[in-house]
Protein backbone atom coordinates (compact mmCIF):
# COMPACT_ATOMS: atom_id res chain seq x y z
CA UNK A 1 0.00 0.00 0.00
CA UNK A 2 1.01 3.29 -1.03
CA UNK A 3 2.31 5.82 1.86
CA UNK A 4 -0.27 8.41 0.26
CA UNK A 5 -3.43 5.96 0.68
CA UNK A 6 -2.11 4.76 4.26
CA UNK A 7 -2.10 8.43 5.56
CA UNK A 8 -5.44 9.15 4.22
CA UNK A 9 -6.97 5.37 5.52
CA UNK A 10 -5.22 6.83 9.12
CA UNK A 11 -7.46 10.16 8.66
CA UNK A 12 -10.48 8.37 8.58
CA UNK A 13 -9.69 6.53 11.18
CA UNK A 14 -8.86 9.50 13.35
CA UNK A 15 -11.66 10.98 12.38
CA UNK A 16 -13.97 8.11 13.40
CA UNK A 17 -12.99 7.92 16.57
CA UNK A 18 -15.19 9.51 19.50
CA UNK A 19 -13.23 12.17 20.85
CA UNK A 20 -14.13 12.73 25.12
CA UNK A 21 -16.90 15.41 25.69
CA UNK A 22 -15.44 18.45 27.48
CA UNK A 23 -17.17 18.64 30.42
CA UNK A 24 -18.52 21.84 31.41
CA UNK A 25 -18.53 24.51 34.20
CA UNK A 26 -21.69 26.05 34.04
CA UNK A 27 -23.81 28.51 36.14
CA UNK A 28 -27.04 29.83 36.65
CA UNK A 29 -28.94 32.74 38.11
CA UNK A 30 -31.98 33.54 39.24
CA UNK A 31 -33.10 35.53 42.14
CA UNK A 32 -35.05 32.86 44.72
CA UNK A 33 -33.75 29.10 45.64
CA UNK A 34 -37.71 28.70 45.86
CA UNK A 35 -39.18 25.91 44.03
CA UNK A 36 -42.70 28.08 44.51
CA UNK A 37 -40.82 30.45 41.92
CA UNK A 38 -41.49 29.73 37.99
CA UNK A 39 -38.39 31.28 37.15
CA UNK A 40 -36.73 29.09 39.49
CA UNK A 41 -38.23 26.05 38.93
CA UNK A 42 -37.20 26.53 34.46
CA UNK A 43 -33.51 27.35 35.94
CA UNK A 44 -33.96 23.98 37.58
CA UNK A 45 -34.87 21.92 34.89
CA UNK A 46 -32.51 23.58 32.25
CA UNK A 47 -29.44 22.76 34.89
CA UNK A 48 -30.62 19.34 35.62
CA UNK A 49 -30.51 18.66 31.53
CA UNK A 50 -27.35 20.21 31.94
CA UNK A 51 -25.77 18.43 34.01
CA UNK A 52 -27.38 14.66 32.51
CA UNK A 53 -24.60 15.30 29.80
CA UNK A 54 -22.02 14.91 32.14
CA UNK A 55 -21.59 19.03 32.76
CA UNK A 56 -20.70 20.58 36.53
CA UNK A 57 -23.25 22.51 36.94
CA UNK A 58 -24.11 25.10 40.07
CA UNK A 59 -27.81 27.67 40.17
CA UNK A 60 -26.45 30.96 42.45
CA UNK A 61 -29.55 32.85 44.13
CA UNK A 62 -30.29 35.30 46.94
CA UNK A 63 -30.95 34.17 50.21
CA UNK A 64 -34.25 35.68 49.80
CA UNK A 65 -37.40 33.05 49.65
CA UNK A 66 -40.29 33.84 47.14
CA UNK A 67 -42.44 35.62 49.79
CA UNK A 68 -39.12 37.76 51.10
CA UNK A 69 -38.42 35.51 54.24
CA UNK A 70 -35.09 34.61 54.43
CA UNK A 71 -33.26 31.20 54.28
CA UNK A 72 -29.62 30.81 55.81
CA UNK A 73 -28.99 27.70 54.55
CA UNK A 74 -26.47 28.95 52.27
CA UNK A 75 -25.56 25.84 50.45
CA UNK A 76 -28.16 23.08 49.42
CA UNK A 77 -28.70 20.43 46.93
CA UNK A 78 -32.12 20.76 45.23
CA UNK A 79 -33.16 17.59 42.89
CA UNK A 80 -29.42 16.42 42.33
CA UNK A 81 -28.37 20.60 41.57
CA UNK A 82 -26.06 22.54 44.07
CA UNK A 83 -27.67 25.78 44.67
CA UNK A 84 -25.91 28.59 46.50
CA UNK A 85 -27.62 31.32 48.01
CA UNK A 86 -25.77 34.79 48.28
CA UNK A 87 -26.83 37.42 50.64
CA UNK A 88 -28.61 40.61 48.83
CA UNK A 89 -31.04 43.37 49.98
CA UNK A 90 -34.07 44.29 48.96
CA UNK A 91 -34.20 46.97 46.01
CA UNK A 92 -37.60 47.69 45.50
CA UNK A 93 -39.96 46.13 42.73
CA UNK A 94 -40.80 42.80 41.88
CA UNK A 95 -37.91 40.38 42.42
CA UNK A 96 -35.44 43.54 42.16
CA UNK A 97 -32.60 42.51 44.72
CA UNK A 98 -28.97 43.60 45.26
CA UNK A 99 -26.48 40.78 45.48
CA UNK A 100 -23.71 41.13 47.92
CA UNK A 101 -21.07 40.09 45.03
CA UNK A 102 -17.71 40.89 47.09
CA UNK A 103 -16.20 38.00 47.87
CA UNK A 104 -17.98 36.03 44.76
CA UNK A 105 -15.88 35.25 41.45
CA UNK A 106 -17.11 33.08 38.60
CA UNK A 107 -14.15 33.32 36.29
CA UNK A 108 -13.63 29.37 37.02
CA UNK A 109 -17.08 29.03 35.08
CA UNK A 110 -17.21 28.55 30.62
CA UNK A 111 -21.15 29.23 31.00
CA UNK A 112 -23.01 31.87 33.24
CA UNK A 113 -27.06 31.79 32.24
CA UNK A 114 -28.65 34.14 33.92
CA UNK A 115 -32.91 34.32 34.34
CA UNK A 116 -34.67 37.36 34.07
CA UNK A 117 -33.77 40.22 32.20
CA UNK A 118 -33.86 43.32 34.34
CA UNK A 119 -32.27 42.64 37.19
CA UNK A 120 -29.12 44.08 39.07
CA UNK A 121 -26.60 40.71 38.94
CA UNK A 122 -26.78 40.71 34.91
CA UNK A 123 -24.94 44.41 35.62
CA UNK A 124 -22.25 42.17 37.37
CA UNK A 125 -22.05 38.71 35.27
CA UNK A 126 -21.66 41.11 31.80
CA UNK A 127 -17.88 42.19 32.52
CA UNK A 128 -16.98 37.96 32.71
CA UNK A 129 -15.18 36.70 29.34
CA UNK A 130 -17.32 33.66 28.50
CA UNK A 131 -20.29 32.48 27.23
CA UNK A 132 -23.20 34.36 28.62
CA UNK A 133 -26.97 33.21 28.32
CA UNK A 134 -30.07 35.55 29.22
CA UNK A 135 -32.99 33.69 29.60
CA UNK A 136 -35.70 36.71 29.49
CA UNK A 137 -38.72 35.07 31.42
CA UNK A 138 -41.29 37.50 29.83
CA UNK A 139 -40.59 40.76 31.79
CA UNK A 140 -43.01 42.92 29.05
CA UNK A 141 -45.97 45.15 30.15
CA UNK A 142 -46.21 46.73 33.49
CA UNK A 143 -49.62 48.34 35.12
CA UNK A 144 -47.40 50.68 37.33
CA UNK A 145 -46.62 54.12 35.61
CA UNK A 146 -43.38 54.18 38.09
CA UNK A 147 -42.80 51.00 37.15
CA UNK A 148 -43.31 51.41 33.64
CA UNK A 149 -40.81 54.70 34.03
CA UNK A 150 -38.07 52.44 35.72
CA UNK A 151 -38.14 49.78 33.48
CA UNK A 152 -37.53 52.47 30.61
CA UNK A 153 -34.80 54.10 32.29
CA UNK A 154 -33.23 50.55 33.07
CA UNK A 155 -33.60 49.54 28.86
CA UNK A 156 -32.25 52.78 28.33
CA UNK A 157 -28.94 52.04 30.48
CA UNK A 158 -28.41 48.71 30.03
CA UNK A 159 -29.82 47.07 26.72
CA UNK A 160 -27.26 47.91 24.40
CA UNK A 161 -25.36 46.46 26.88
CA UNK A 162 -26.45 43.32 27.13
CA UNK A 163 -27.25 42.46 23.69
CA UNK A 164 -23.80 43.07 23.00
CA UNK A 165 -22.40 40.66 25.97
CA UNK A 166 -25.30 38.39 26.07
CA UNK A 167 -27.21 35.93 23.81
CA UNK A 168 -30.32 36.15 24.77
CA UNK A 169 -33.58 33.65 24.54
CA UNK A 170 -36.89 34.54 24.77
CA UNK A 171 -39.16 31.55 26.58
CA UNK A 172 -42.61 31.79 24.42
CA UNK A 173 -43.73 32.90 20.96
CA UNK A 174 -46.09 35.94 22.57
CA UNK A 175 -42.87 38.17 22.97
CA UNK A 176 -42.86 38.97 19.75
CA UNK A 177 -44.69 42.03 19.79
CA UNK A 178 -43.31 43.38 22.88
CA UNK A 179 -39.68 42.55 23.20
CA UNK A 180 -37.41 45.21 23.11
CA UNK A 181 -34.88 42.75 21.32
CA UNK A 182 -36.50 42.13 17.90
CA UNK A 183 -34.09 41.84 15.75
CA UNK A 184 -32.30 39.10 17.87
CA UNK A 185 -35.59 36.65 18.69
CA UNK A 186 -34.64 33.29 19.67
CA UNK A 187 -36.99 30.86 21.67
CA UNK A 188 -35.41 28.41 24.32
CA UNK A 189 -37.28 25.26 25.32
CA UNK A 190 -38.20 25.38 28.80
CA UNK A 191 -38.28 21.44 29.97
CA UNK A 192 -40.97 19.83 32.18
CA UNK A 193 -40.05 17.42 34.79
CA UNK A 194 -39.50 14.39 32.77
CA UNK A 195 -41.87 12.70 35.34
CA UNK A 196 -44.95 14.41 34.20
CA UNK A 197 -44.39 12.91 30.67
CA UNK A 198 -44.82 9.34 31.85
CA UNK A 199 -47.80 7.08 31.20
CA UNK A 200 -50.72 8.40 33.07
CA UNK A 201 -52.69 6.38 35.88
CA UNK A 202 -55.71 4.39 34.42
CA UNK A 203 -57.86 4.72 37.59
CA UNK A 204 -60.80 7.08 37.14
CA UNK A 205 -60.46 10.67 37.63
CA UNK A 206 -62.66 12.59 40.32
CA UNK A 207 -65.05 14.96 39.47
CA UNK A 208 -63.28 17.23 41.07
CA UNK A 209 -61.21 20.99 40.39
CA UNK A 210 -57.71 21.40 41.04
CA UNK A 211 -55.86 24.65 41.71
CA UNK A 212 -51.57 24.38 42.02
CA UNK A 213 -49.55 27.48 42.40
CA UNK A 214 -49.30 30.69 44.81
CA UNK A 215 -52.57 31.15 46.74
CA UNK A 216 -52.01 35.08 45.91
CA UNK A 217 -53.63 34.44 42.20
CA UNK A 218 -56.40 32.49 42.97
CA UNK A 219 -56.96 35.02 46.19
CA UNK A 220 -59.12 37.62 44.47
CA UNK A 221 -61.32 34.35 43.23
CA UNK A 222 -62.02 33.21 46.60
CA UNK A 223 -63.06 36.49 48.01
CA UNK A 224 -65.95 36.45 45.70
CA UNK A 225 -66.57 33.07 46.19
CA UNK A 226 -65.15 31.68 49.87
CA UNK A 227 -67.21 28.37 49.81
CA UNK A 228 -65.88 27.16 46.32
CA UNK A 229 -65.44 23.43 45.69
CA UNK A 230 -61.69 23.24 44.52
CA UNK A 231 -58.71 21.55 46.18
CA UNK A 232 -56.01 23.65 46.71
CA UNK A 233 -52.43 22.87 46.32
CA UNK A 234 -49.33 25.51 47.12
CA UNK A 235 -46.99 23.83 48.75
CA UNK A 236 -46.10 20.46 47.37
CA UNK A 237 -43.25 19.79 46.27
CA UNK A 238 -43.74 15.40 46.17
CA UNK A 239 -43.41 15.25 42.39
CA UNK A 240 -45.38 11.80 42.62
CA UNK A 241 -47.73 13.27 45.17
CA UNK A 242 -48.14 15.97 42.86
CA UNK A 243 -48.52 13.49 40.01
CA UNK A 244 -51.30 11.56 41.80
CA UNK A 245 -53.35 14.90 42.32
CA UNK A 246 -53.01 15.86 38.96
CA UNK A 247 -54.22 12.27 37.60
CA UNK A 248 -57.02 12.17 40.24
CA UNK A 249 -58.63 15.60 39.20
CA UNK A 250 -60.68 15.90 36.27
CA UNK A 251 -60.11 19.36 36.40
CA UNK A 252 -57.72 22.21 36.40
CA UNK A 253 -57.90 25.69 37.18
CA UNK A 254 -55.36 28.13 36.47
CA UNK A 255 -56.31 32.20 37.61
CA UNK A 256 -53.74 34.51 36.67
CA UNK A 257 -53.67 37.45 35.19
CA UNK A 258 -50.27 37.53 33.63
CA UNK A 259 -48.05 34.61 32.91
CA UNK A 260 -44.85 34.21 31.00
CA UNK A 261 -45.27 29.99 30.15
CA UNK A 262 -47.05 28.84 33.15
CA UNK A 263 -45.87 25.87 34.40
CA UNK A 264 -49.21 24.48 36.04
CA UNK A 265 -50.96 24.80 33.20
CA UNK A 266 -48.52 22.41 31.09
CA UNK A 267 -47.97 20.17 33.72
CA UNK A 268 -52.09 19.63 34.19
CA UNK A 269 -52.41 19.44 29.80
CA UNK A 270 -49.22 16.66 30.24
CA UNK A 271 -50.89 14.75 33.12
CA UNK A 272 -54.51 14.85 30.71
CA UNK A 273 -56.43 17.33 33.08
CA UNK A 274 -59.00 19.71 31.29
CA UNK A 275 -58.25 22.86 31.81
CA UNK A 276 -59.17 26.29 33.03
CA UNK A 277 -57.86 29.62 32.72
CA UNK A 278 -58.14 32.89 32.77
CA UNK A 279 -57.11 34.57 29.22
CA UNK A 280 -53.56 35.92 29.30
CA UNK A 281 -50.39 36.10 26.72
CA UNK A 282 -48.70 32.80 28.70
CA UNK A 283 -52.27 30.53 29.09
CA UNK A 284 -53.10 31.22 25.40
CA UNK A 285 -49.32 30.08 24.22
CA UNK A 286 -49.65 27.13 26.03
CA UNK A 287 -53.39 26.57 25.43
CA UNK A 288 -56.50 25.44 27.42
CA UNK A 289 -59.78 23.75 27.10
CA UNK A 290 -61.83 26.79 28.51
CA UNK A 291 -61.17 30.68 29.11
CA UNK A 292 -62.94 33.15 30.75
CA UNK A 293 -61.56 37.25 31.10
CA UNK A 294 -59.57 37.67 34.45
CA UNK A 295 -62.28 39.15 37.17
CA UNK A 296 -65.28 37.39 35.80
CA UNK A 297 -65.70 35.30 38.80
CA UNK A 298 -69.41 34.55 38.62
CA UNK A 299 -68.64 33.13 34.77
CA UNK A 300 -66.44 30.98 36.63
CA UNK A 301 -67.97 29.60 39.19
CA UNK A 302 -71.15 29.00 37.55
CA UNK A 303 -68.61 26.95 35.27
CA UNK A 304 -67.56 24.39 38.00
CA UNK A 305 -70.55 24.22 39.60
CA UNK A 306 -72.21 23.09 35.90
CA UNK A 307 -69.09 20.90 35.65
CA UNK A 308 -69.45 19.47 39.18
CA UNK A 309 -72.79 19.48 40.24
CA UNK A 310 -74.56 19.12 37.12
CA UNK A 311 -76.66 22.36 37.45
CA UNK A 312 -76.29 25.15 34.34
CA UNK A 313 -77.16 28.74 35.55
Given at each position: ?????????????????R??????????????????????R?A???????????????????Y???????N????????????????????????????????????????????????????????????????????????????????????????????????I????????????F?????????????E????????????????????????????A?????????????????????????????????????????????????????????????????????????????????????????
Open positions: MKKKEKSCIKNIIKKGKTKRKMKRIAHFCEFADRKCGVFALEIAKRQQEKGNKVCVFTTFMKDYSKNNLNETIEGIKCKRIFAGKMGGEALNSWDFKSEDFSEFDELWSHGYRKHHNIFLSKYNCRKVLVTHAPWGSSSILRTIATKLFDFAYRAKFEKEFEYHIANWEKEHTIPGNFKLIELPLRKFLEPQSKKKRLNKVLFVGNKKKIQPFLNYPNTKITIITDCFDIKKLIELYDSHKYFLLISKREGLPTGLREAKARGCTTIATRNNGTLEVGADYFFKYGDWKGINDFINEKLDGVKK
